[in-house]
């Protein structure tokens, strides 16, 4: 229908690594992305800093976590902490008198240097034994942030985020802001957009599938888990450092806490793993879906009366999207992305449907 | 440079006194062997006698417990696997090891990786780093792609097609290494006589127009026998008998070890 592979002949090697070589694919993305700019001015204020901006941050984190999850396939129950590291870092380097451009790069360079310093021990095991490994960097940090006033602010603090800056230009306007999240999410997308397509992603891709067959082409391995460790922990940094500076205006240890880890890990297997659409489905599906069945549960106790009491009604979203995250996971275990590949698949070769797989 | 007088061929690969057990299983037993450069080398042997350990031992996977493993004028006993395949070893194995979820091409592709130099930077700025060299090895691989003839199966997800095809990708995979020494496990096993016949010759073209020297494990007697150069048997990790396929398999020791003393 929309979808045509008829008549796309590539006549170069080059041609046939395009990101979007069908033109509706194209045209999708770029009408995405006009709506995406355009969207401070379209709609108020409360919902763009209060889901749009959100999701922007939280699709950025996911793909940041897709890159060492998803591609190297190393479990990390511990991504909110990095986060934490990097906005503490970028916020203390900022009120030290650092721009803040170089604070960020700061905050992501400390995430990277604890990730890949706690990666060196990490990566000796394997599999489970990694999830809880990476588990203690969450307990670790959390106990730094609390105890170490020099770090934390002392217990129970919060730490105001100053003012932040691009070249010199103060952003103080909710746009300003939606702005910044959205130049960083543009940044990180594309650059795991290309990550599927260089020797980069495939060697990652080898290493998780079988790390024997990877060693005997000549990757390394180690080398290649630790790569992925460093630049997930990297853009997790920068990512928890802006969801500061944009979203929250300041930093405390709740904002990081287990919870947070759980649900980016829950992002990022209901999306999918390995797939760059799909960290935007699940961030967007994870933090929305709850607000949505709620407010859609307490419209609808209100137009029909339910004869339920309030205690009862106010746990059936939380019902509904547990039960939901379920039955995504039943229907198609890779994730939000899958489905709609599926679909797409379907229309590519409609109305003929012999060629699925 | 080696110059010596001897007629003597310069040797590629050999492996001197190579010993390897697990636990109190002695796998590989003073097991001695040497491959000429160009040459096509076949190792048999009834199952179990050790061969895929001595694949192992060369390529690093079991470094050897004692012995020495000298390829191209260096010691590489003991070096990582990462780094032999960097000097030029490629290999396949027995029981594939194709990566799942990536396309024909990219299995393939992931071959040139020892002459490809992947980053984050060059991937950040793929426009103006990756690219040139992306495409510059997808030129070599499309060429080993016509030459093992698997042009209909560049695109399908690698687990989708059929046995036969996924062992000629392993080869693909393994020969766009360009490698100079290249190692064979089983390259025919459950294949049909058309499959064998079409391997055979790929291995044969593989030596004499990419110059590689080939070592090759094999259970199908008549296809060792009639494209090896030189061979060698083992059994219960000895060594039973070296020289021309001819010999090796009217070696009465061989013929003790497959068929039993009284056959």
């Not at chain 1, 479990?75 to 916020?91: E, F």
């Not at chain 1, 590949?341 to 109305?351: A, C, E, G, S, T």
């Not at chain 2, 990790?237 to 013929?255: D, F, N, Y």
Request: proline share 4%; charged share 15%; net charge neutral.
């Amino acid at each position: 229908m929309f979808y045509r592979q008829a008549a796309i002949r590539h006549t170069s090697y080059d041609q046939t690594k395009k990101l979007y070589p069908i033109p509706f694919d194209k045209w999708l993305v770029v009408a995405v992305l006009l709506v995406a700019l355009l969207a401070p001015f379209m709609m108020s204020g409360l919902y763009l800093n209060s889901y749009l901006l959100p999701w922007v941050i939280w699709s950025t984190a996911a793909l940041s976590l897709n890159l060492l999850m998803g591609y190297a396939g190393q479990i990390h129950l511990g991504y909110a902490a990095v986060m934490a590291i990097g906005a503490y870092s970028s916020v203390h380097a900022m009120r030290l008198g650092v721009p803040f451009e170089f604070a960020l790069i700061l905050g992501g360079a400390t995430a990277m240097i604890i990730g890949v310093g706690f990666g060196f021990t990490a990566l000796r095991v394997k599999g489970l034994y990694l999830a809880i490994s990476t588990l203690a960097v969450q307990y670790l940090v959390d106990w730094v942030l609390t105890h170490v006033p020099a770090i934390g602010g002392g217990t129970q603090a919060t730490l105001q985020t100053p003012t932040p800056a691009l070249l010199g230009f103060e952003i103080t306007t909710d746009i300003g802001r939606y702005y910044l999240a959205f130049g960083w999410c543009a940044l990180v997308t594309i650059f795991m957009l290309n990550v599927k397509r260089t020797g980069l992603g495939r060697a990652l891709i080898a290493v998780r599938e079988k790390d024997y067959a990877a060693s005997v082409l000549g990757v390394n391995s180690y080398y290649y888990k630790l790569i992925a460790f460093a630049v997930s922990s990297f853009f997790g940094g920068v990512t928890g450092a802006i969801l500061a500076f944009t979203f929250f205006g300041a930093v405390t240890p709740e904002q990081y806490s287990i919870d947070i880890s759980i649900q980016i890990l829950a992002m990022v297997v209901v999306g999918g793993l390995g797939s760059v659409l799909g960290s935007f489905f699940g961030a967007g599906f994870i933090l929305l879906a709850p607000l949505f069945l709620n407010n859609m549960v307490t419209g609808m106790a209100e137009a029909y009366d339910f004869g339920v009491s309030r205690s009862i009604l106010s746990h059936i979203p939380l019902i509904l999207y547990g039960g939901l995250i379920m039955l995504f996971l039943l229907f198609e275990p890779l994730g939000l992305a899958k489905i709609y590949d599926n679909i797409r698949k379907y229309f590519l070769v409609w109305p003929f449907g012999f060629s699925r797989r | 440079m080696n110059i010596s007088k001897s007629a003597e061929p310069p040797k590629l690969l050999s492996c001197e006194q190579i010993d390897r057990s697990f636990g109190g299983l002695k796998a590989l037993n003073g097991v001695s062997l040497s491959v000429s450069r160009g040459e096509i080398f076949g190792l048999v042997g009834p199952n179990g006698s050790g061969k895929t350990t001595m694949v192992n031992a060369i390529t690093g996977f079991y470094p050897p417990d004692a012995g020495k493993v000298i390829f191209n004028g260096r010691d590489i006993t003991g070096i990582k696997p990462y780094l032999i395949a960097r000097l030029g070893v490629a290999r396949t194995f027995q029981n594939l090891a194709l990566f799942k979820g990536m396309s024909v091409l990219d299995n393939i592709l992931l071959g040139r990786h020892v002459h490809m130099k992947p980053g984050v930077l060059s991937t950040a700025l793929y426009w103006w780093m990756a690219r040139k060299e992306e495409v510059a090895n997808r030129q070599f691989v499309e060429e080993i792609i016509d030459f093992l003839q698997l042009q209909s199966a560049r695109d399908e997800p690698v687990e989708t097609i059929p046995i036969g095809l996924q062992k000629r990708v392993e080869l693909a995979r393994a020969l766009v290494a360009e490698p100079t020494f290249l190692i064979l496990d089983e390259p025919m096993a459950g294949m049909n006589q058309e499959e064998k016949e079409y391997m055979a010759r790929f291995i044969l073209d593989a030596r004499d127009e990419m110059g590689v020297t080939v070592f090759l494990i094999e259970h199908h007697m008549d296809v060792v026998t009639g494209i090896c150069d030189r061979m060698i048997a083992l059994s219960y990790g000895e060594m039973l008998a070296e020289g021309s396929p001819k010999e090796v398999i009217t070696h009465p020791r061989v013929i003790e070890a497959y068929l039993g003393g009284s056959h």
